[in-house]
């Protein structure tokens, strides 16, 4: 048992269940008499090497006498038994059952923090500081590129306060749409994404995007940026 110093451990919880492991016992299994001998003796042994005891590990050998003491008095009556007095023995093993429990679980996070350690993060940067100024044309637009178009549009127009006070529905269609930005593009080979929006309803918006989306899956236009994150825009295809 002299392997062991007071320091080593955590406090009285921690020493018990050294003990208990040490006995090789299930805590289920626990003798309140034997851990408590256990216990004074290892106490006892620290005194003589002149150690200083915590006062909490003292308060504890008072507790498991205590303990003991009841546990070998004779037991009353059934009658006569409180029934909210709890089994000294029992309430032991529930201590360190739940001290198991706590142990084991800062054992667990230490072990994930040992882990984390072995990884480096950094913090997240704009794509735009990787993007070159300039970029080549090769005409082709993703559909990422217009939604980003139409998101800075909204911001600058407060897209959420509402615009009308007509309360009218008119029915919007993707094939009316596509017929009247034919016809736009027959006057102009080409023209900017943005200009289409003469609405910023939703309705209106959504119609014209998915529009847009048809016609060059048709082929029908060409869309390009002269910059990266520049303006968009639609060319006719002849």
Same mark, same amino acid.
């Given at each position: 048992?002299?392997?062991?110093?007071?320091?080593?451990?955590?406090?009285?919880?921690?020493?018990?269940?050294?003990?208990?492991?040490?006995? !090789?016992?299930?805590?289920?299994?626990?003798?309140?008499?034997?851990?408590?001998?256990?216990?004074?003796?290892?106490? +006892?042994?620290?005194?003589?090497?002149?150690?200083?005891?915590?006062?909490?590990?003292?308060?504890? #050998? #008072?507790?498991?006498? *205590?303990? +003991?003491?009841?546990?070998?008095?004779? $037991?009353?009556? $059934?009658?006569?038994?409180?029934?909210?007095?709890?089994?000294?023995?029992?309430?032991? $093993?529930?201590?360190?059952?739940?001290?198991? +429990?706590? @142990?084991?679980?800062?054992?667990?996070?230490?072990?994930?923090?040992?882990?984390?350690?072995?990884?480096?993060? @950094? #913090?997240? !940067?704009?794509?735009?500081?990787?993007?070159?100024?300039?970029?080549?044309?090769?005409?082709?637009?993703?559909?990422?590129?217009?939604?980003?178009?139409?998101?800075?549009?909204?911001?600058? +127009? *407060?897209?959420?306060?509402?615009?009308?006070? @007509?309360?009218?529905?008119?029915?919007?269609?993707?094939?009316?749409?596509?017929?009247?930005?034919?016809?736009?593009?027959?006057?102009?080979?080409?023209?900017?994404?943005?200009?289409?929006? *003469?609405?910023?309803?939703?309705?209106?918006?959504?119609?014209?995007?998915?529009?847009?989306?048809?016609?060059?899956?048709?082929?029908?236009?060409?869309?390009?940026?002269?910059?990266?994150?520049?303006?968009?825009?639609?060319?006719?295809?002849?």
């Amino acid at each position: 048992m002299n392997k062991f110093l007071i320091g080593d451990f955590e406090g009285p919880l921690d020493l018990l269940l050294h003990l208990v492991k040490k006995s !090789e016992m299930n805590i289920s299994d626990l003798s309140l008499i034997e851990i408590t001998e256990q216990y004074i003796n290892f106490i +006892k042994t620290m005194e003589e090497m002149n150690l200083d005891i915590a006062s909490e590990y003292l308060v504890t #050998a #008072a507790e498991l006498i *205590e303990m +003991k003491s009841r546990f070998l008095l004779p $037991k009353p009556p $059934k009658e006569e038994v409180d029934e909210l007095e709890l089994d000294p023995e029992e309430e032991l $093993k529930r201590r360190l059952l739940e001290y198991q +429990k706590y @142990k084991n679980s800062v054992n667990s996070f230490r072990i994930l923090e040992d882990n984390r350690g072995s990884f480096f993060t @950094k #913090a997240p !940067e704009k794509k735009e500081l990787y993007s070159e100024e300039q970029v080549e044309n090769d005409g082709s637009v993703s559909a990422y590129d217009l939604l980003e178009a139409l998101q800075k549009l909204l911001e600058r +127009k *407060e897209y959420s306060k509402p615009l009308n006070t @007509k309360i009218t529905k008119k029915e919007l269609s993707v094939s009316d749409r596509v017929v009247k930005i034919r016809n736009i593009l027959k006057k102009e080979k080409r023209i900017e994404f943005l200009s289409l929006l *003469e609405e910023l309803t939703k309705e209106y918006v959504v119609v014209t995007f998915l529009s847009i989306l048809e016609m060059a899956k048709n082929k029908e236009i060409m869309l390009s940026q002269d910059s990266n994150f520049g303006t968009i825009i639609l060319e006719r295809v002849d």
